[in-house]
């Protein structure tokens, strides 16, 4: 438990120096942090080989941070400085290492998180593809087409939606008719609801709920359709939150519960290391290729 606790608090004080930093002028364009949803990547992390594929999302940082546990060189990305994980050139929503990338494009990720997944089950059998997205991305042409080709080639497609209620500022109870899970249903994709919300950092209790049905996406049953039930704590971007600011206090949050204890110091120690480091690097230097 104690390393799951101390990737969720890297994860939530790294996204808070974010907003630290664009208060302060600092960073500049954009960036959508994962706080309130630092349990998902946190409990899939030891389930996810590491030659896996994994696509990230706009709102990524965390299912980076749980893959490499690199807060420096994402951090460097995001400033474009000298470290950085693609020379600066990707920001905050596209990054690619290895076996990861990400994207800012909603519904992108999933053709070719399928692509990845149909190379895996034909030459590297027994891993997946992972795939991040919103309940926003519902809207998407792009999830129905993956998920009928996913269906009927079978492939080893773990489709991870961080459903927290709120597409940029629509809720989602005024943009999606019907369920995700009939969604999934109609393409005969298999679907779990994990109330990760409820669970807040019991990463143990979610990581349970997801073992046995990670296993039968390896050994050939076909795609799985997993919806987290998150809450967004906050805005959709650096500054933008169109919620009242009593709802949004009234979301369940794991962090008051460990805030002042001997981890959170040093995870908040760490991150507040890693901005002076990076804050004090030379800008990062892209050559083409």
């Excluded at 996204?15 to 600092?26: D, H, I, N, P, V």
């Excluded at 949803?37 to 946190?42: H, T």
Aim: aromatic share 6%.
């Amino acid at each position: 438990m104690s390393a799951d606790l101390r990737m969720l608090l890297l994860i939530r004080h790294f996204e808070t120096a974010l907003l630290e930093l664009f208060a302060r002028g600092l960073l500049h364009g954009t960036t959508h942090t994962c706080l309130g949803q630092e349990a998902v990547p946190v409990a899939l992390l030891p389930l996810l080989d590491p030659e896996d594929f994994v696509f990230g999302n706009h709102r990524g940082h965390g299912h980076y941070l749980a893959r490499f546990d690199d807060p420096a060189g994402l951090l460097a990305e995001i400033m474009g400085r000298e470290g950085a994980v693609c020379h600066g050139v990707g920001g905050s929503q596209h990054l690619r290492r290895d076996r990861y990338l990400s994207t800012g494009v909603q519904g992108e990720s999933l053709p070719l998180a399928a692509g990845a997944a149909l190379h895996l089950a034909r030459s590297e059998p027994g891993r997946l593809a992972c795939a991040f997205i919103g309940d926003g991305t519902w809207g998407e042409g792009a999830v129905y087409e993956t998920l009928n080709l996913a269906a009927l080639w079978r492939l080893p497609l773990l489709v991870a939606v961080e459903h927290n209620g709120i597409a940029q500022s629509t809720p989602a109870a005024a943009a999606m008719a019907g369920t995700i899970a009939a969604r999934a249903a109609a393409f005969g994709v298999e679907h779990l609801h994990v109330p990760a919300a409820e669970l807040g950092d019991d990463v143990g209790a979610m990581r349970a709920m997801l073992e046995e049905p990670l296993k039968h996406v390896r050994d050939g049953a076909g795609p799985l359709v997993v919806e987290f039930a998150v809450h967004r704590l906050g805005p959709h971007s650096k500054g933008d939150d169109t919620r009242a600011a009593a709802e949004v206090a009234a979301l369940a949050d794991w962090y008051p519960r460990h805030a002042g204890t001997a981890l959170d110091a040093e995870q908040r120690a760490r991150v507040a290391a890693v901005v002076a480091d990076v804050t004090a690097r030379p800008p990062s230097v892209w050559e083409p290729r």
